[in-house]
């Protein structure tokens, strides 16, 4: 056990001794490796990421007395889903570069722009858009990156903004829908009390 301990000793020694010989050998390259990697890092297209959060609430506010039903929990994830995919989506994309375009962000605005643009910027964007939930909260945050931070913050707010005129529109075309359905069951229920129709519709 000696003999062993004193030939590993003498063996670190010629290794130690070896290194030493050679230390601005072995400086020198430590020293060229960092400046490499320095360079390499300088060199590297930095890339930004702007981020914005959206309510996306399908109903109306209303008081909830009593924590929501499993079911409903269950509509509400899928409506997310439902949500997420839309915002993600190609075609919801390419609404949001039309509008980007009218703006002039990319370059001179029109109002008609080719379409082999609008689906050429769109595609570009998608891969760049990640959209994610917040658990038990009905909030998406959108987030694109890019290198130039303003125009990314210009992408993300855009894409908000479509969409915050999208969910807006269906709504009213929901309510829209809802009152004339009723206003139609109301008209029905008239005749069959033998009520005219110019009475009803208050002519």
Excluded: C
């Excluded at 001794?17 to 360079?39: E, N, P, Q, S, Y």
């Excluded at 038990?136 to 290198?147: C, E, F, H, P, S």
């Excluded at 005129?165 to 229920?189: C, F, P, S, W």
């Amino acid at each position: 056990m000696p003999e062993n301990q004193h030939e590993q000793e003498f063996d670190l020694r010629v290794y130690v001794h070896a290194v030493l010989g050679r230390k601005w050998l072995v400086l020198g390259f430590a020293g060229a490796l960092v400046v490499l990697v320095t360079i390499g890092t300088m060199m590297q297209t930095k890339l930004y990421e702007a981020r914005v959060s959206v309510l996306v609430g399908r109903d109306m506010p209303r008081l909830l007395s009593t924590d929501p039903l499993p079911q409903e929990r269950f509509r509400e994830k899928d409506y997310m889903k439902t949500q997420v995919a839309i915002l993600t989506s190609r075609a919801f994309l390419e609404t949001v570069i039309r509008k980007l375009i009218a703006e002039g962000f990319y370059g001179k605005a029109t109002l008609e722009p080719p379409q082999s643009q609008v689906t050429g910027l769109a595609g570009a964007l998608q891969a760049r858009v990640t959209v994610t939930t917040v658990e038990d909260n009905m909030v998406v945050r959108i987030a694109v990156q890019g290198t130039v931070p303003e125009r990314v913050a210009r992408l993300a707010n855009g894409i908000a903004e479509v969409y915050v005129t999208y969910n807006r529109d269906q709504k009213q075309d929901m309510a829209a829908q809802a009152g004339l359905v009723l206003r139609n069951a109301r008209l029905i229920e008239g005749l069959r009390a033998g009520r005219s129709v110019n009475e009803l519709l208050g002519h």
